[in-house]
């Protein structure tokens, strides 16, 4: 049996992608736990849009390393 390859995120709310994988100077968060996220998604939503950051599929985006800081701590 081989190893999961996505336990590490299994066991995250999200995880922050790592800088060299994304383009535009942005910061990239992965949703990981989709049943915690199906639960927020409204006030999730409203955080976004209150910050300038797009949610993309199970993704989010945001622009600044404050902005990013302030994600970790609201929703870790």
């Known amino acids: 049996m081989s190893d999961d390859v996505f336990a590490e995120w299994k066991q995250n709310r999200f995880i922050?992608?790592?800088r060299e994988l994304v383009d535009d100077?942005?910061?990239?968060?992965?949703?990981?736990d989709y049943r915690y996220w199906s639960l927020?998604?409204?006030e999730l939503s409203?955080?976004?849009q209150a910050r300038d950051s797009v949610i993309q599929g199970m993704t989010?985006?945001?622009?600044d390393e404050a902005t990013?800081?302030?994600f970790v701590?609201?929703?870790s």
């Open 73 to 75: 701590l609201r929703w």
């Open 40 to 42: 927020h998604t409204d």
């Open 16 to 18: 922050i992608a790592p």
């Open 60 to 63: 989010v985006v945001i622009k």
């Open 25 to 32: 100077g942005v910061y990239l968060i992965v949703l990981t």
């Open 46 to 48: 409203a955080w976004c």
């Open 68 to 70: 990013l800081t302030e």
